[in-house]
């Protein structure tokens, strides 16, 4: 998990959010269209849509743009097909890695993928070779320089109170991870203390990291940034642990 957390701080020391704010919106409409087509249009019964609308409401996406992409989804609009693809495999220093797809065209998503695999040290696997390694759960990240109030006593209280799973403290902020199916109580839970949610979202957190250090550390993270930053991938899971020193280092160079 705190592997996790530290490339979410390495974007933030970057301030790298996302590379390109129409890039994130694209992944967004994406995201609410295939929900949508898998689950219906009724976020109050699709815990996936509520949770792409609630990404959406984060980047300040018009409503218009998240109610076009649900119509679409629904078949009341005309729209592209998308289809969800993962793709697993392996890294510099033995990191595993899972590229989650949705995209229009398998074949090319499929070559782009292994391509950026390839040039980065990496090795594209079957499926299946590495997502044994990761475990799907409802993710948050409150730091401590926007919530200055929030102690590891009082946060420890909220956890212990709403039923999450686990809480991590850090010298930048806190993780609480909880059930994928209790995600949005827990957010409501967040929200109703007053508390500035960084990062909130389901996703696969690793069971055990691998620690990665010198030359392999900018070449993993290279990897993962250009997996990111490509247009079909919505999201990269990987279980590497890498030293703040290290994250800081590739940050500002």
């Given at each position: 998990m705190s592997g996790h957390n530290k490339w979410a701080k390495v974007k933030h020391v970057k301030g790298k959010m996302d590379a390109i704010r129409g890039r994130l919106f694209t992944k967004i409409i994406r995201e609410i269209t295939i929900a949508a087509k898998t689950g219906g249009g009724d976020p109050v019964a699709?815990?996936?849509?509520?949770?792409?609308?609630?990404?959406a409401k984060d980047a300040n996406m018009p409503k218009d743009n998240a109610d076009r992409a649900i119509k679409k989804g629904t078949g009341e609009l005309e729209g592209v097909t998308y289809e969800e693809l993962s793709f697993e495999g392996y890294g510099p220093?033995?990191?595993?890695?899972i590229a989650?797809?949705?995209?229009?065209?398998?074949?090319?998503?499929?070559?782009?993928?292994?391509?950026?695999?390839?040039?980065?040290?990496?090795?594209?696997?079957?499926?299946?070779?590495?997502?044994?390694?990761?475990?799907n759960k409802g993710?948050?990240?409150?730091?401590?320089?926007?919530?200055?109030?929030?102690?590891?006593?009082?946060?420890m209280d909220i956890v212990l109170e709403s039923g999450c799973e686990d809480m991590k403290t850090y010298d930048y902020g806190f993780e609480v991870t909880c059930d994928p199916s209790t995600f949005?109580?827990?957010?409501?839970?967040?929200?109703?203390?007053?508390?500035?949610?960084?990062?909130?979202?389901?996703?696969?957190?690793p069971k055990n990291t691998v620690k990665v250090t010198g030359s392999?550390?900018?070449?993993?993270?290279?990897?993962?940034?250009?997996?990111?930053?490509n247009d079909d991938v919505q999201d990269v899971y990987h279980n590497y642990d890498i030293s703040d020193e290290d994250m800081e280092k590739f940050a500002e160079a």
């Open positions: 699709n815990p996936r849509l509520r949770s792409a609308l609630q990404a220093g033995g990191v595993a890695i989650r797809c949705l995209t229009d065209n398998r074949n090319r998503v499929a070559a782009e993928i292994a391509k950026i695999f390839s040039k980065g040290g990496g090795n594209l696997g079957v499926p299946g070779c590495v997502s044994f390694m990761f475990e993710f948050f990240f409150l730091s401590k320089e926007e919530n200055p109030k929030l102690t590891e006593d009082s946060l949005h109580d827990m957010r409501q839970v967040l929200e109703s203390k007053n508390l500035k949610i960084n990062e909130g979202k389901v996703t696969m957190l392999d550390t900018a070449k993993v993270l290279r990897l993962v940034e250009n997996l990111e930053e």
